[in-house]
């Protein structure tokens, strides 16, 4: 049974980066083709796709945070950990973490979700 | 990026009616050697993540109701409830994977009753 849980901060100041974890079971990060991923949603708004990572290191990140943002992952603790930088009251959304396979990157498995608050 | 358009963005719809949304997408999804369209589509209810109802495009996900169906081709996509219950209540979004480097969504579709 697939699981997996987001825990970090759930209000950040402005400026401040965001530390993220996702801890999952019932699958391993070191075999092929398993990735876990970051999606984000504001308060009554659409999924935004933020980050991957797979089995084998390899890093995907949005464009438009590319900049922003770091995923790595620690297999020996089976957690994917997501920073995000400089964080801006329109970053404020609820983050999810997921569980993807190369080639076939449709979500079966989400965690409940975190929601992160930015403000002052 | 691949963009995803859903319409409309409100559907209401009474009870045992026929609910249609689409997902339009700004370049093929459908990868010619194995002839499969790279869409999935996702039901989320309030305080939920979403919950996956299809992927390549018309395959129903296991425990989905047969109400449902997708379909398409292409660029051009469908969801499809034939005879709307209360608990389909929620919002409909659509998901590319054909770019895995670059997943987008749709911006959804709420469902409502009348």
């Not at chain 1, 991923?37 to 990140?61: N, T, V």
């Not at chain 2, 409100?10 to 010619?32: F, M, N």
């Not at chain 2, 219950?85 to 009348?114: H, L, M, P, S, W």
Request: with cysteine.
């Amino acid at each position: 049974q697939i699981t997996l849980k987001e825990s970090g901060p759930t209000l950040v100041k402005p400026t401040q980066t965001l530390t993220l974890t996702c801890s999952f079971s019932g699958f391993s990060l070191t075999t092929r083709p398993v990735g876990v991923g970051w999606i984000r949603q504001p308060p009554g708004k659409a999924l935004e796709w933020l980050a991957l990572i797979y089995w084998d290191d390899d890093k995907y990140y949005s464009p438009s945070l590319d900049s922003r943002l770091t995923i790595t992952k620690d297999t020996s603790k089976n957690q994917v950990v997501l920073t995000m930088t400089d964080m801006d009251p329109v970053d404020t959304a609820t983050y999810y973490c997921t569980h993807q396979t190369f080639g076939s990157s449709w979500y079966r498995y989400w965690g409940q979700g975190i929601l992160v608050t930015v403000s002052s | 990026d691949i963009v995803l358009t859903q319409s409309p963005d409100s559907l209401p719809v009474s009870l045992g009616e026929r609910a249609t949304i689409d997902c339009k997408s700004s370049q093929s999804l459908l990868y010619s050697s194995n002839n499969k369209n790279y869409l999935a589509w996702y039901q989320q209810k309030p305080g939920q993540p979403p919950k996956l109802l299809f992927y390549w495009a018309s395959t129903r996900e296991s425990g989905v109701p047969d109400r449902f169906s997708g379909s398409g081709s292409g660029a051009d996509f469908t969801l499809t409830i034939s005879s709307l219950q209360a608990e389909d209540v929620a919002v409909y979004y659509c998901q590319q994977y054909y770019d895995t480097r670059r997943i987008t969504f749709g911006g959804g579709t709420k469902v409502e009753i009348k």
